[in-house]
């Protein structure tokens, strides 16, 4: 496994020699539009890159770019891989760690979610401030890396209290409402019922994904500093009058994309 993302790290510095990408940019269902500002940008295609898979989800593209957001050297994922795909938990750490291995200290992870909150609509954009592991699955399960970090690690702050501050700023100064709020991974590949999404609000979830919780672990056990918005596609399920389809999910993400990119490209003029 380690070797899976040593080998994916040196494939990748062969196609983009003397790169080292600060911030690494994981873009969720019908955000991958983001990854077309990246300048001086080198395209790879996941089949292509060893121990990569290919992926099949329909707004997820499954390439990744090399390039410059705003001066910042960026290595962007486009395309990721969910439980629900019946993934081992190999892929998962290979992704993360490759992107550690090729320098990365700052993690930027969106997604499409649904919202437990009525004043939280769809098209708008909620910054993670904790999760919920609701997967039943973990992808450290298995015999630990001490080259990445340690068996045994905390989870507080697991989304960085000062990249935070700054994305909060960042979002006030271009008058962008930013929500914020709890996480909660569920395992898919269907959305929830309604009796569900009432559990999940008594758990004090604010919105429910099926992906990044994973991401996440692997990254704060790797010591990558993390940030993560969500991009809310639609009010959760028995909220609304019209049924959840994942069609929906990709039209109002690329609706809410055109403001995760102002986003992350203002975040990108404070790293800079
Ligand atoms: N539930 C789970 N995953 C989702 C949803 C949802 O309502 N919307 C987008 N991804």
Redesign the pocket.
């Known amino acids: 496994m380690t070797e899976a993302a040593f080998n994916a790290k040196t494939f990748i510095q062969k196609q983009k020699p003397n790169f080292t990408p600060k911030l690494g940019l994981i873009l969720g ?1 019908g955000l991958s539009e983001i990854a077309a500002s990246l300048e001086d940008v080198t395209t790879i295609s996941y089949g292509d890159i060893p121990g990569f898979i290919q992926t099949t989800i329909s707004g997820h593209a499954g390439v990744l770019s090399l390039g410059y957001l705003n001066g910042v050297p960026t290595v962007c994922l486009q395309g990721r891989k969910h439980y629900y795909e019946g993934f081992n938990n190999e892929i998962i750490k290979t992704y993360i760690r490759t992107l550690k291995l090729l320098g990365v200290e700052i993690l930027f992870l969106t ?4 919202s437990l909150h009525q004043d939280v609509p769809a098209g708008s954009l909620m910054m993670i401030t904790d999760h919920i592991n609701f997967q039943g699955q973990n992808p450290l399960i298995g015999s630990n890396d001490e080259a990445f970090g340690p068996r045994f690690f905390g989870m507080e702050d697991a989304y960085d209290p000062k990249l935070r501050d700054m994305l909060a700023t960042v979002a006030k100064d271009l008058e962008l409402h930013l929500a914020q709020g709890v996480y909660i991974s ?1 395992l ?1 590949p269907m ?2 019922t309604p009796a569900e999404i009432r559990a999940f609000r008594l758990l004090g979830a604010d919105a ?3 992906s990044t919780v994973p991401e996440v672990i692997v990254a704060r056990h790797c010591g990558l500093r993390v940030v993560a918005v969500s991009a809310i ?2 009010l ?2 028995g909220m609304n009058k019209e049924a ?1 389809t994942h069609e929906d ?1 990709l039209y109002q993400g690329a609706k809410a994309a055109k403001v995760m990119q102002k986003l992350i490209f203002g975040f990108t003029q404070e790293l800079s």
């Open positions: 269902s997604n499409a979610a649904g569920a898919g959305f929830e429910v994904g099926m596609t639609n959760a399920a959840l999910t």
